[in-house]
């Protein structure tokens, strides 16, 4: 009996482990590490979108961004993915809600029920940003929160608010980024 209790406690340190990294997998079925050849691929067969940035200082980035210009992303409800490679292996993906001509008010809406379903699968997020910026006629509100589950991996909720106060238009949207920085080899 104290051998089942043993192994049973040495499965549930050493498997909690791995569950807990799996539960922070990047979503659209990607794999951290993986090569862009995934997204491109499936960017491609769905006729979406593709924005390639290389920035010239950093020539070991890579960042793609996928979007449609119909709506929202195949059989999704963001409208944006970006997906960044240290060295063509995958370590961050953003994921974008909200479009030009959606309510702020159901777009928040939209947030608070995505923070909530995240908060009971991953724990309870912590305040990380909130500010407040006008800029001539443009007020913009953004807040966000993250957790980090599993030492080096971040899952980061935003969302942002941009009122026109001449026009009184309003648009909102928010992000969910999901980063390994295991991926990335220390220096």
């Known amino acids: 009996m104290r051998i ?5 406690t040495l499965v549930l340190i050493h498997g909690g482990g791995v569950r807990a990294q799996a539960i922070l997998s990047p979503p659209f079925g990607l794999e951290w590490g993986g090569t862009p050849d995934k997204v491109l691929d499936w960017a491609q067969a ?3 979108d593709v924005n390639i ?4 200082n950093h020539p070991e980035i890579r960042e793609i961004r996928v979007s449609s210009i119909r709506g929202p992303l195949p059989g999704h409800q963001a409208y944006a993915l970006e997906a960044h490679y240290h060295w063509g292996k995958l370590y961050e ?4 809600y909200g479009a030009p001509g959606m ?7 939209d947030f608070e029920k995505v923070k909530k379903a995240l908060t009971l699968k991953h724990g ?3 305040p990380n940003n909130k500010q407040q910026k006008k800029e001539g006629q443009l007020l913009r509100k953004s807040v966000s929160y993250h957790v980090e589950p599993v030492s080096g991996l971040l899952l980061l909720i935003a969302f942002t608010e941009v ?9 909102a949207r928010f ?11 220390k220096k």
Do not use: W
């Open 4 to 8: 089942v209790s043993i192994v049973f």
């Open 46 to 48: 769905k006729s979406l």
């Open 53 to 56: 940035k290389m920035p010239g």
């Open 93 to 96: 993906v953003s994921v974008h």
């Open 103 to 109: 309510k702020p008010a159901s777009v928040k809406a």
């Open 124 to 126: 309870e997020f912590t």
């Open 163 to 171: 009122e026109d106060t001449a026009s009184q238009r309003q648009s």
């Open 175 to 185: 992000s969910i980024l999901y980063r390994n920085q295991n991926v990335i080899p």
